[in-house]
């Protein structure tokens, strides 16, 4: 069942194909169209127009990067992750670190970011984006519309994971009764990413999501709430209405970045 907020944004959206794109079809989900998606032809579409022949580019020679089955939806937490980052990454340290901050991060940024970066090939946790400041790494989830984190199936693959990868990098960061089975896998994902903190006490996890969808609030509390004293300053909540307003009032960004925070605002805030 969708939520409110759920609900809203599709709305929105879909007068956004309509007005902003000037798409009249609606793209198919499980044999059903909806306005909100786009044609699986006119994907490319979901990336916003002043970056889209860069990111093109970017993501052709970035093959290792592929597209989420969704990518054609508007509600696209990936595409919203490209829209994003992207334009700011890309155009030098100052916008880099102006979004950085945005997000919690306030620290010089390198040139070394990516998307969809996996830490520990043999772990496989995905963060959306991870960027380099000059002390540490930065992970950050990106959510838009999802009514919840990812969870995972209590099989033997997952418990074997959780005895010999999670539980010896969770142990001192997070209440033990997280490492219980049940609860383990009941969040699984943000556990994952908070597991990815083990490595270098000063890398840091941002977790990136509308302040409206309040589906999402609960579950993230209840897990911060579980996490040791020592760790939960180098974990942030950042909230995508207000980064994007930030983005958009910040004079020392140039003016065609400024303008872009308000085009991003136009598709994704309601």
Same mark, same amino acid.
């Given at each position: 069942m969708?939520?409110?907020?759920?609900?809203s944004?599709?709305?929105h959206?879909?007068?956004?194909?309509?007005n902003?794109?000037?798409?009249l079809e609606?793209?198919?989900?499980?044999?059903?169209?909806?306005?909100?998606i786009?044609p699986?032809?006119l994907q490319v579409?979901?990336?916003?127009?002043?970056?889209?022949?860069?990111?093109?580019?970017y993501l052709?020679?970035?093959?290792?990067?592929?597209?989420?089955?969704y990518f054609?939806h508007? /509600?696209?937490?990936q595409?919203f992750? %490209?829209?994003l980052f $992207?334009?700011?990454?890309?155009?030098?340290?100052?916008p880099a670190?102006a979004?950085s901050?945005?997000?919690?991060?306030?620290?010089?940024?390198?040139s070394?970011w990516?998307?969809e970066?996996i830490?520990?090939? /043999?772990?496989?946790?995905?963060a959306?984006?991870?960027w380099?400041?000059?002390?540490a790494?930065?992970?950050?989830?990106?959510?838009?519309s999802?009514?919840?984190?990812?969870?995972?199936?209590?099989?033997?693959?997952?418990?074997?994971k959780?005895?010999?990868?999670?539980?010896?990098?969770?142990?001192n960061?997070?209440?033990?009764? %997280?490492?219980?089975?049940s609860? $383990? $896998?009941?969040?699984?994902?943000?556990?994952?990413?908070?597991?990815?903190?083990?490595?270098?006490?000063?890398?840091?996890l941002?977790?990136?999501?509308p302040?409206?969808?309040r589906?999402?609030?609960?579950?993230l509390?209840k897990?911060?709430?579980?996490v040791?004293?020592?760790?939960?300053?180098r974990?942030?909540?950042?909230?995508?209405?207000?980064?994007?307003?930030?983005?958009?009032? /910040?004079?020392?960004?140039?003016?065609?970045l400024?303008s872009?925070?308000s085009?991003l605002?136009e598709?994704?805030?309601?």
């Open positions: 969708k939520t409110d907020y759920q609900q944004l599709q709305t959206l879909a007068n956004y194909a309509r902003s794109l000037n798409v609606g793209g198919t989900y499980r044999g059903k169209a909806y306005p909100h786009l699986k032809s579409l979901n990336l916003l127009e002043t970056s889209r022949a860069a990111l093109q580019a052709k020679t970035h093959p290792s990067i592929k597209l989420h089955m054609h508007l /509600n696209s937490s595409a992750a %490209f829209n $992207f334009p700011f990454f890309s155009a030098g340290a100052g670190r979004l901050s945005t997000l919690g991060v306030d620290d010089e940024i390198t070394d990516e998307f970066h830490a520990d090939a /043999n772990e496989g946790t995905n959306d984006v991870m380099r400041t000059t002390s790494r930065v992970f950050c989830e990106v959510k838009l999802e009514r919840g984190f990812g969870k995972a199936i209590n099989d033997p693959e997952h418990r074997s959780l005895e010999k990868i999670y539980k010896p990098r969770l142990t960061m997070i209440a033990s009764n %997280f490492l219980e089975e609860t $383990f $896998f009941k969040n699984y994902q943000l556990l994952r990413n908070i597991s990815l903190l083990a490595a270098n006490e000063a890398d840091c941002v977790i990136l999501h302040r409206a969808n589906s999402l609030r609960e579950p509390q897990v911060l709430a579980g040791s004293p020592a760790i939960r300053p974990i942030q909540v950042a909230y995508v209405e207000e980064c994007l307003e930030s983005l958009r009032s /910040n004079t020392l960004l140039p003016v065609g400024r872009y925070a085009k605002i598709k994704y805030v309601v």
